[in-house]
């Protein structure tokens, strides 16, 4: 956790992140028909980022991943019923 001094202005230590703002976005590459879905959030009472905890950092075409700084998750999907196509790549590291 961050202290005050690093906090944007109005933010708050006691906030109850009752009122979040999530952005979804859809990303594609086209060499492939795999999708990855990527999820930030921040809250709009104190605007403090959420982090999203546990996942493995980078991308993968097989697991759920998030940025470096666990502001943002991404998830890869396809359609029901559609197999991978094209040859999608990636990485993740786990950090201890």
Same mark, same amino acid.
Request: hydrophobic share 30%.
């Given at each position: /956790? #961050? %202290?005050?001094?690093?906090? *944007?202005? =109005?933010? %708050?230590?006691?906030?109850?992140? @009752?009122?979040?703002?999530?952005?979804? +976005?859809?990303?594609?590459? %086209? !060499?492939? +028909?795999?999708? $990855?879905?990527?999820? #930030?959030?921040?809250? %709009?009472?104190?605007?403090?980022? /959420?982090?999203?905890?546990?996942? &493995?950092?980078?991308?993968?075409?097989?697991?759920?991943?998030? @940025?470096? !700084? =666990?502001?943002?998750?991404?998830? *890869?999907? &396809?359609?029901? =019923?559609?197999?991978? #196509?094209? @040859?999608?790549? =990636? $990485? @993740?590291?786990?950090?201890?």
């Amino acid at each position: /956790m #961050t %202290s005050d001094t690093q906090r *944007p202005a =109005g933010a %708050s230590l006691h906030c109850p992140h @009752s009122d979040l703002h999530f952005h979804l +976005n859809n990303v594609g590459a %086209s !060499d492939t +028909n795999l999708h $990855y879905l990527e999820i #930030t959030a921040k809250c %709009s009472i104190c605007d403090i980022d /959420m982090v999203f905890r546990g996942g &493995l950092m980078g991308i993968s075409p097989n697991h759920p991943t998030c @940025s470096v !700084d =666990g502001k943002e998750m991404r998830i *890869p999907f &396809l359609g029901e =019923g559609e197999e991978l #196509t094209g @040859s999608p790549i =990636g $990485y @993740s590291i786990k950090a201890r």
